[in-house]
């Protein structure tokens, strides 16, 4: 097996590693966004449907009507594919996902429900068509922070709620192709790791499920609007260094697969800082961020019934420190 081309099933799941963006289903849904076009994914389609900007559960109601009881294929980002997993659930239905960032969305079945829909289902697309050059096609900075989001995915798969051997795997193995491809002075060796970390990564925290950076990471940008995956880029060495103490053992694997040696643990935050360098902002306020926000983002993350999932969960004056800390 090469990791540059593969295809992997998983339970009801077919992920297609390498060249090519066919999707075998007919008569399909295509949700796109607005920044990239496939001709050939449109040509297929029965409906195009143009995800607009906005929350999830607002952007899915929008156009589930059009989706028509279809099947349907998300070809975007994060939004677009959770969209599109938010009207499966609701609805039934089977959803393809072609990524075009390195968002953990096609790999998981973690996404909220379009709005009005009380009941909860959460679904993963049966079939992601992972094509690395597609994965990795932002501009430098933003693929950046992206990449972050991925290595994020990856660490906490080490401490989440359900971890266990083959998340960790998954997620080791993740990290250190994510840091290849940051570094990598190639367009042509940069991609395919940074695509396969990312399935990788999405796999793991899919497994093992969210903890500390996510639930702050979640509440910080729906309280001040901060970008996504910026603000996760700028809070990861944050957290990392909040959970040092409480996953030393996982850290020093971390460590291992990132440079910096199996007896250097601590050294994790710092070498992610620099890592998150590349995705341009280093601190929240870059980003919008006003300390008299945080109060509001700390009431909120504690009301969190995730918070549990945390080993010896933060307080209330951990998460400001955190936060003030990345401000």
Not at 250 to 263: H, I, K, P, Q, Y
């Amino acid at each position: 097996m090469a990791d540059d081309n593969f295809s992997w099933i998983d339970g009801e799941r077919l992920v297609r590693f390498g060249r090519g963006t066919e999707v075998p289903l007919e008569h399909y849904a295509l949700l796109t966004g607005a920044s990239k076009r496939l001709p050939e994914l449109e040509e297929g389609a029965d409906v195009v449907l143009e995800v607009p900007p906005g929350p999830v559960p607002e952007v899915a109601a929008a156009v589930r009507d059009g989706v028509g009881g279809r099947p349907i294929v998300a070809f975007g980002g994060g939004r677009v594919i959770d969209a599109a997993k938010g009207i499966a659930g609701a609805d039934g239905l089977t959803v393809a996902a072609v990524p075009t960032t390195l968002s953990g969305a096609p790999m998981t079945k973690l996404h909220r429900m379009p709005a009005g829909v009380e009941e909860w289902n959460l679904v993963r697309p049966s079939i992601v068509i992972a094509e690395p050059e597609l994965m990795a096609s932002q501009e430098p900075q933003p693929r950046a922070a992206s990449a972050m989001n991925a290595l994020a995915h990856a660490a906490e798969a080490l401490y989440g709620p359900m971890a266990n051997p083959v998340a960790e795997m998954a997620a080791l193995r993740a990290a250190e192709l994510l840091a290849k491809g940051l570094e990598a002075p190639r367009e042509d060796r940069a991609r395919p790791a940074l695509a396969l970390g990312a399935i990788l990564a999405g796999y793991a925290v899919g497994s093992a499920g969210f903890a500390l950076h996510h639930l702050l990471g979640q509440t910080l940008v729906r309280v001040t609007g901060a970008p996504h995956a910026g603000a996760y880029a700028v809070l990861l060495p944050h957290t990392l260094e909040a959970m040092l103490p409480r996953a030393t053992d996982v850290f020093r694997r971390l460590a291992d697969v990132l440079g910096l040696g199996s007896t250097n643990p601590a050294a994790v935050p710092a070498r992610v800082a620099e890592l998150a360098e590349l995705a341009g902002p280093t601190k929240l306020s870059d980003l919008g961020v006003d300390a008299g926000q945080i109060d509001v983002v700390v009431a909120e993350a504690l009301q969190r019934p995730d918070l549990g999932n945390t080993p010896d969960p933060p307080d209330a004056a951990e998460l400001r420190a955190i936060l003030e800390a990345a401000l």
